[in-house]
């Protein structure tokens, strides 16, 4: 797990995800499995070589950082999204999620996912949309993993297009109305945010709660204008009500101003440290972590793309903040609460994982 075992009490530790792309969880051998069953070359002439392809440091961002020769991050996402073409492929790469979610006692999830990247490809929404609609059933009924989905808006797609997309997704919505399917309940934004402010979606976020639906939106770590981007998200978007949730959000740190409104207005930030210890130092990321908390700025800890950021995944994420963050047993306690609160998981659900960490950390003190 990248240098670092995983302590038996965050294993025991009931979690809950709420930044995770469900496409950045294709395992290799899934991917593997589905190119050869949709008939979809791969550049890799063997398995090996695909798995080694992982091993590669990214370019993070080629138009900040210049064209190095490495693929960025995003190019090699949506290259093995390729291999996604039917429902049961869409419902397979969920279900081995859940699975893996179940065995690091994941209880509740709430994945992000889009259409843009599929249905250029000639993919039908119905694929996508019934495929993640019959894990979202299965995951629950089979493996005790509950979920609701987040619709993402990809970001350096033409806002138009976003906006059909959504359109067209809406019969999946859990709409206020009752009449949808109830596959996802809130709306976000993905990929490249360069030069793209939230504020250009705003017909969407409208949207999204005209119906009923939650709100949350990507601030990449470090990314160019990332602080604008958060005061948007926080002031302006909604019609000035603001995102229910931040993704990343990890440079707050650098505004007094969006330290104190995030928590005036109790907006929740979720990190994914591994996700940013690939291209920072354990000594300049963690004290940062460490000053949001210190600062009372409420956050939750999540895997991001695991199996394209070297197999971490939320254990893995939860290991590295308790272990470089210096918290103690309690504040991994509060960090599950922390996600448990910020989630959109109704009631019930809420009370049944606060119970079993309630138990769990009874236990650690009794030892």
């Known amino acids: 797990m990248n240098g670092l075992e995983i302590d038996p009490f965050i294993a025991t530790l009931p979690k809950v995800e709420l930044h995770v792309h469900i496409e950045g969880t294709l395992t290799p051998a899934l991917r593997w499995k589905l190119a050869h069953r949709n008939n979809v070359p791969l550049r890799y002439p063997t398995y090996e070589a695909l798995l080694d392809s992982y091993k590669v440091t990214y370019n993070h961002r080629r138009e900040l950082n210049g064209d ?24 397979e790469l969920a279900m081995s999620y859940f699975e893996k979610a179940r065995s690091m006692n994941v209880r509740y999830v709430e994945p992000f996912f889009d259409t843009q990247a599929h249905t250029p490809r000639g993919i039908p929404i119905e694929a996508i949309m019934n495929g993640f609609l019959r ?3 299965d995951g629950e009924k089979q493996l005790g993993v509950e979920s609701n989905w987040i619709f993402c808006l990809l970001r350096d797609h033409p806002v138009e297009e976003g906006l059909e997309a959504l359109r067209a997704a809406l019969p999946w919505a859990r709409t206020k109305d009752g009449k949808g399917k109830g596959l996802f309940h809130a709306v976000g934004l993905a990929s490249n945010e360069y030069d793209r402010p939230p504020g250009l979606f705003e017909e969407g976020f409208r949207l999204a709660k005209e119906i009923g639906l939650h709100v949350t939106m990507h601030c990449d770590v470090d990314q160019k204008d990332v602080v604008e981007h958060m005061r948007e998200g926080v002031f302006d978007v909604c019609a000035g009500a603001g995102a229910d949730r931040i993704d990343h959000g990890l440079n707050a740190i650098d505004s007094p101003k969006l330290i104190s409104e995030l928590k005036a207005r109790n907006i929740g930030l979720t990190l994914c440290p591994h996700a940013y210890h690939r291209r920072q130092a354990t000594e300049v990321l963690f004290p940062k972590i460490r000053k949001l908390w210190d600062e009372g700025v409420r956050f939750c ?15 893995g ?6 272990r470089y963050c210096g918290f103690t047993k309690s504040d991994m306690g509060k960090l599950v609460r922390n996600a448990v609160e910020m989630s959109w998981a109704d009631e019930d659900t ?18």
């Open 135 to 137: 894990a979202q059933h």
């Open 68 to 91: 190095n020769g490495a693929p960025t991050f995003l190019e090699t996402y949506y290259e093995g999204c390729r291999v996604l073409c039917t429902e049961d492929d869409f419902y």
């Open 317 to 322: 994420n939860m290991m590295k903040a308790y």
């Open 350 to 367: 809420k009370r049944k994982i606060l119970g079993e960490l309630k138990s769990v950390l009874a236990a650690e003190n009794n030892q």
């Open 301 to 315: 800890i999540n895997s991001d793309d695991p199996t394209y950021m070297h197999d971490v995944w939320i254990d």
